[in-house]
């Protein structure tokens, strides 16, 4: 009776840890699965969640200083789920901040370039990207809000 018991709970044990549910379980790919039990690292897409943010967007930004509307250019990074984002603040092609993505979400860590301390973040619904960011130049900070659509 002992043998038979262990048995059926030897077996039990072993088709319960087989009904893990495979999926991506990387929160910031656009394919996380939070159902997902054990990890199926070809269900993330870390090339496809960085392709939604990639292309030029035209908008208007809104800052302490004033307004302004012009087109930032998104690249997509050699790093996985990291975008390049140039033209910010309008200061021109060469200016370019670094943004980590998670899902439809950018983070841009606070960084400097040319100079210009810069951080903030972005969020991305269907073609719309509004970033909101601070930047910081000789004790000078100017804090902005770009609302522009993919073109």
């Known amino acids: 009776m002992n043998i038979a018991l262990a048995a059926v709970v030897a077996v039990g044990a072993v088709a319960y840890t087989g009904c893990g549910k495979k999926g991506c379980m990387n929160e910031a790919d656009i394919n996380f699965d939070a159902a997902a039990t054990e990890s199926d690292p070809e269900a993330c897409d870390p090339d496809g969640t960085v392709a939604a943010f990639v292309g030029s967007f035209a908008g208007t930004e809104t800052c302490t200083s004033g307004n302004d509307a012009y087109t930032i250019t998104i690249t997509a990074s050699a790093n996985e ?55 910081s130049l000789s004790g000078n900070t100017d804090t902005c809000t770009l609302t522009a659509t993919k073109q």
């Open 81 to 135: 789920y990291t975008i390049l984002v140039a033209n910010m603040y309008n200061a021109g092609s060469t200016f370019v901040l670094t943004a980590s993505v998670s899902q439809n979400e950018f983070t841009v860590a606070n960084q400097t370039v040319s100079g210009v301390t810069v951080s903030g973040a972005g969020t991305l619904s269907g073609n719309t990207l509004t970033v909101t960011y601070t930047l």
